[in-house]
């Protein structure tokens, strides 16, 4: 059984089985068995979801990799969290490696701010702590009203650049925007390595225009009868026009790699690589600048739509992603895409927290800015 002298179980909450390889490899390492459930869909898409064994009174770790269909797997990990804590389980831990909607952490003209609302969400649900990895923002942590380990991917991604790069020493780290700079140069400063930043690269821009912030304030009209106005004798000023400065529209600048990239092997890192037109692009800039091999580093390889084939077809040489979200269908399409197992780290955090042992290891020459 899952039980352990311990007094842990590990679930996993996924329906699909290639979501539960990571589970599986965790537990290996933990030297537990998968806790006995089911999660499946109605006919109708429901979810439901049953626990084949007692929980009562133990601590519980739901492991919840996250594929394509986002938000099956949500209702996958708040079914399964709201089940253990009707059966009475002490704690219920969430090893979510790659949070969903993460990107989606700020709020957007009359948007919303997703994060925060999956976080009260899990509350709700029962989640007791969070395991995750790589964080987009790391001030989502402050959108839980319970403890969140924000663990780091780039030890392992440091380690493959170091044995699977032949020559690394004549490489140098890329930062694809301005805004991706501190990782970059938390890598750089651990490799010893030098530091470019390409500036100028396409960003989403927001249009205004269609959003009506470039109407001018209501002015009261005094000179036609609407129906509206006060009887004559009562009639008040009119109210003044606001004059607000006038807002200088963003012109994105030419691109430009600041740090010389000529005859040396260029490492693109970043947390997420999901739609690839923006390192395809980076690529092709960095290859112009005379870079004669191109690596990407990310810890979350969500790879949509058509990203397996405009990698296949880029300038770039490789993509290394971690194993926090599912890829091999991605891989078979694309032999450029290799694979790095986190499993060790998230197995370590599961048994320190068990244990009640310090996290801190799992931090050590992780710098804030990683």
């Given at each position: 059984?899952?039980?352990?002298?311990?007094?842990?179980?590990?679930?996993?909450?996924?329906?699909?089985?290639?979501?539960?390889?990571?589970?599986?490899?965790?537990?290996?390492?933990?030297?537990?068995?998968?806790?006995?459930?089911?999660?499946?869909?109605?006919?109708?898409?429901?979810?439901?979801?049953?626990?084949?064994?007692?929980?009562?009174?133990?601590?519980?770790?739901?492991?919840?990799?996250?594929?394509?269909?986002?938000?099956?797997?949500?209702?996958?990990?708040?079914?399964?969290?709201?089940?253990?804590?009707?059966?009475?389980?002490?704690?219920?831990?969430?090893?979510?490696?790659?949070?969903?909607?993460?990107?989606?952490?700020?709020?957007?003209?009359?948007?919303?701010?997703?994060?925060?609302?999956?976080?009260?969400?899990?509350?709700?649900?029962?989640?007791?702590?969070i395991i995750t990895m790589d964080l987009h923002q790391k001030e989502i942590q402050g959108f839980f009203s319970f403890?969140?380990?924000?663990?780091?991917?780039?030890?392992?991604?440091?380690?493959?650049?170091?044995?699977?790069?032949?020559?690394?020493?004549?490489?140098?780290?890329?930062?694809?925007?301005?805004?991706?700079?501190?990782?970059?140069?938390?890598?750089?400063?651990?490799?010893?390595?030098?530091?470019?930043?390409?500036?100028?690269?396409?960003?989403?821009?927001?249009?205004?225009?269609?959003?009506?912030?470039?109407?001018?304030?209501?002015?009261?009209?005094?000179?036609?009868?609407?129906?509206l106005e006060l009887p004559p004798g009562k009639q008040q000023a009119p109210f003044p026009g606001i004059e607000l400065p006038m807002m200088m529209a963003k012109e994105k600048p030419p691109i430009t790699v600041v740090g010389d990239v000529g005859g040396r092997i260029a490492i693109i890192v970043d947390d997420i690589i999901d739609d690839v037109g923006d390192f395809v692009a980076a690529a092709e800039i960095l290859k112009e600048r005379g870079a004669y091999k191109i690596y990407i580093m990310a810890t979350h390889g969500l790879l949509s739509a058509d990203a397996p084939r405009l990698i296949e077809e880029s300038a770039i040489d490789e993509v290394v992603v971690t194993n926090t979200v599912p890829h091999e269908v991605q891989k078979l399409q694309c032999p450029k895409i290799k694979t790095v197992d986190v499993s060790m780290i998230l197995a370590e955090a599961i048994r320190r927290i068990h244990n009640g042992e310090s996290m801190a290891y799992l931090f050590r020459n992780i710098t804030v800015d990683d």
């Open positions: 059984m899952n039980i352990a002298k311990s007094g842990y179980r590990v679930f996993s909450a996924n329906s699909s089985v290639a979501c539960t390889e990571l589970a599986k490899k965790i537990t290996e390492r933990l030297g537990v068995e998968l806790g006995k459930s089911v999660v499946f869909q109605e006919s109708n898409r429901e979810t439901r979801v049953d626990v084949k064994e007692s929980v009562r009174g133990q601590t519980i770790f739901i492991i919840q990799t996250i594929p394509r269909d986002v938000n099956t797997a949500i209702m996958e990990l708040l079914v399964m969290a709201y089940a253990l804590k009707t059966s009475c389980a002490k704690n219920i831990i969430g090893v979510i490696p790659y949070f969903p909607y993460s990107k989606q952490c700020k709020m957007r003209k009359r948007g919303s701010i997703v994060s925060k609302l999956l976080a009260s969400m899990l509350a709700k649900a029962g989640i007791t702590h403890p969140v380990d924000n663990l780091r991917a780039s030890p392992f991604l440091i380690q493959y650049i170091q044995e699977e790069i032949p020559d690394y020493r004549n490489a140098i780290i890329v930062a694809k925007s301005p805004s991706a700079a501190k990782r970059a140069q938390s890598y750089a400063e651990r490799l010893r390595l030098g530091l470019a930043v390409i500036h100028g690269e396409a960003q989403c821009s927001e249009s205004d225009m269609a959003d009506g912030r470039h109407s001018p304030p209501c002015v009261r009209n005094t000179t036609g009868h609407t129906g």
